[in-house]
């Protein structure tokens, strides 16, 4: 069965960079576009970032002004999400997710099919 | 960007009850939209693709419509484990913005 496990989170303080991963199974990686969501406490969804099947496309919205990179490994069946220069507002839980397209480069028309169970980060001095 | 709006932000019912959430897009989105629902210290689940399309292994309670700008979530009878957060999200144009959530309580 399709799994996905984060890992990274933590306590970080303002200003400093921490990089997640997400171990994907149960499924051929390199079929799929996947994503990184995050939630802050208390808050809803946020689509953090988007990354091609190949690594040959990635998204991210304007509101993460260029300080996230996402990557993929798909040797490894790995997914990376690469965070600098967090603030207090980056505060959240950090969910990787797979979307339904195989093979697609643009993170429009698809869907979150599959969730990791998500990682927190914190981000206070 | 499309803005997604959520009605209603929370709402109680009783086990047997019928409900539906409604989700408004600022724009035009045709039938790219998505609903998930989440519990508590759980990630989302996918209940419905592109308006309509019930997901595997999602009970056949749920159900979706709508096209263009307004779209709903419909639960025929309510189970004690329907009761959780819901979110509509548009996967039109970037970027792939989520409703900000109905919570389902019990009454």
């Known amino acids: 069965q399709v799994q996905l496990v984060e890992s990274g989170g933590g306590v970080v303080q303002p200003g400093k960079s921490l990089r997640l991963s997400c171990v994907a199974s149960g499924f051929t990686f390199s079929d799929y576009a996947m994503h990184w969501v995050r939630q802050a406490p208390g808050k809803g969804l946020e689509w953090v970032a988007f990354l091609s099947y190949d690594g040959s496309a990635e998204y991210y919205p304007h509101s993460m002004n260029g300080r996230f990179t996402i990557s993929r490994d798909n040797s490894k069946n790995t997914l990376h999400l690469q965070m600098n220069g967090l603030r207090p507002e980056d505060t959240a839980i950090y969910y990787c997710a797979r979307d339904v397209l195989q093979y697609t480069d643009g993170p429009t028309a698809g869907c979150f099919e599959y969730w990791g169970q998500g990682t927190l980060v914190t981000v206070s001095s | 960007d499309i803005a997604m709006t959520q009605s209603p932000s929370s709402l109680s019912a009783s086990v047997g009850d019928r409900v539906t959430i409604t989700c408004r897009a600022s724009q035009n989105i045709n039938n790219h939209l998505n609903w998930y629902q989440q519990k508590p210290g759980k990630a989302p689940k996918l209940l419905i693709r592109v308006a309509t399309n019930l997901q595997s292994g999602v009970p056949s309670r749920f159900s979706g419509s709508g096209f263009g700008t307004t779209f709903t979530l419909t639960i025929s009878t309510l189970q004690p484990e329907d009761f959780a957060y819901y979110y509509c999200?548009?996967?039109?144009?970037?970027?792939?913005?989520f409703g900000g959530g109905t919570n389902l309580e019990i009454k």
């Open positions: 999200q548009q996967t039109y144009g970037k970027p792939l913005n």
